[in-house]
């Protein structure tokens, strides 16, 4: 089957933890970028308490993520320790199953918040963490701040055998891609996707078709995934943002994502529907 990954429903998400932890996974962090833990097959593995205690003059602060059956789920924040290094996020997301990816984009996004929210954004008192929600609460005007998420669409424009494709002048030479955009306060999430078809490349679209959703941790953004239909107009490319687009036959793409991201699985599931084979 041609599906997107289902749900996760082995994980639990939750703020405190039960009194007794028989089994944990540490995820440790440092700004934006992950602390690597490899296994003999050199293999990404979460931290175990064992790793935990000997990095423990570099810790921070921890943060209860939730549980994977009887697994305890934690964020570390650390600072820099002997014997402890880190890649950037967007450098290895690609490389975890889902499951994993969304674990470690949790325990980045988690880390993220505490730190950047331990002052009132209203009043500018000493916040304190929230009793029962991940928040993080003014005791002087009582505003809780909880962890930021920022909507974007991304979509994939079609027009019988021809996707819409395009280059942001920050991708790789050559790479081609769906056309994203962040979704605006008091705008529809078809809203967007309309707008920002237009402002990026010029055209209309109709026939808007969800398909599923990526969180995307850099550093905030949860993508909402599309099919839409061409309807009119010519490409007019938005010249600061993006560098090319193009409409190409599905038999003849550019270089494109990886298979980790929501942008290949859209392209891959419009030429699954066209009936092209896929490459694996
Ligand atoms: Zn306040």
Known sequence: MFTWPEPNKSFVSAT???ETIDKAWYFLVK???IAVNLDAQERWQPFTEM?????????????????????ACFAIEVNDSPGLSFSALRMVLGKFDHLMAGLVGRAVQVCNWFHNHQ???KCGAKTIIHKQDRAMLCRECGIASYPRLSPSIIVL????????LARNHRFPDGVYSTLAGFVEPG?????TLVREVGEEVGVNVKNLEYLGSQPWPFPDSLMLGFH?????GDIVLQEEEIADAQWFRCDNLPAIPGKKAISRW?????LHKLGIAVSP
């Open 31 to 33: 700004g934006s970028e």
């Open 119 to 121: 002052f009132c954004g």
């Open 51 to 71: 790793d935990v205690a000997r990095f423990s003059a570099a810790e921070q602060g921890r943060h209860f993520l939730g549980s994977m059956g009887d697994i």
């Open 187 to 191: 705008e529809s999430i078809e809203q």
């Open 16 to 18: 405190t933890s039960s």
């Open 157 to 164: 424009v079609h027009r019988g055998e021809e996707v819409l």
């Open 228 to 232: 839409a239909e061409y309807d009119s």
């Open 266 to 270: 859209l392209i891959d599931d419009y």
